[in-house]
Each structure stands twice: as structure tokens, then as C-alpha cells.
């Protein structure tokens, strides 16, 4: 696998996840503004979504891979 392009989404949704969720839980208990909460759920889907979409794009490129390795072998 491309392990430097999953370790990137990784990262990346993993921080954005975090900020989301101190987000949530600051907009919850102190602040307690609608906005925030609003925002802090958003950041938490779209990291979700950044990490889904890498994993795909990674998935995609080791079977693309693979299949033209076998292909060349049968043929």
C-alpha cells in the first residue's frame, strides 16, 4: 500500500477530528453557542469524509496496481 499518502490522511483527519471534537465540547459546556456547535459538527463530518476519500483513493491505486502487475503475467 502507499503508505505515505494514508499516513497523510491519516494525520490530517485525525487533527481535524480533534479540533472538531474540543470544538463540540467547548460550544457544549461553556460557551454553549449554536454556531460553534454547528461549525464543530461540520469540522467532525468533513474529517470523517477527508479520511473515507483517502482511504479510497489509496485502495483504488493498490488495486489499479495490482491488476496491471497480474495483467502482465497472464499475458
Do not use: C, P, W
Amino acid at each position: 500500500m502507499n503508505s505515505k499518502t494514508l499516513n497523510t490522511v491519516q494525520y490530517a483527519g485525525a487533527s481535524i477530528l480533534i479540533i472538531g471534537i474540543v470544538t463540540f465540547l467547548l460550544s457544549m459546556m461553556g460557551v454553549g453557542d449554536r454556531t460553534l456547535t454547528m461549525v464543530s459538527v461540520g469540522l467532525v463530518m468533513g474529517s470523517v469524509f477527508i479520511f473515507m476519500m483517502g482511504l479510497f483513493l489509496v485502495m483504488s491505486e493498490e488495486l489499479t496496481l495490482r491488476f496491471k502487475k497480474d495483467k502482465r503475467l497472464n499475458h
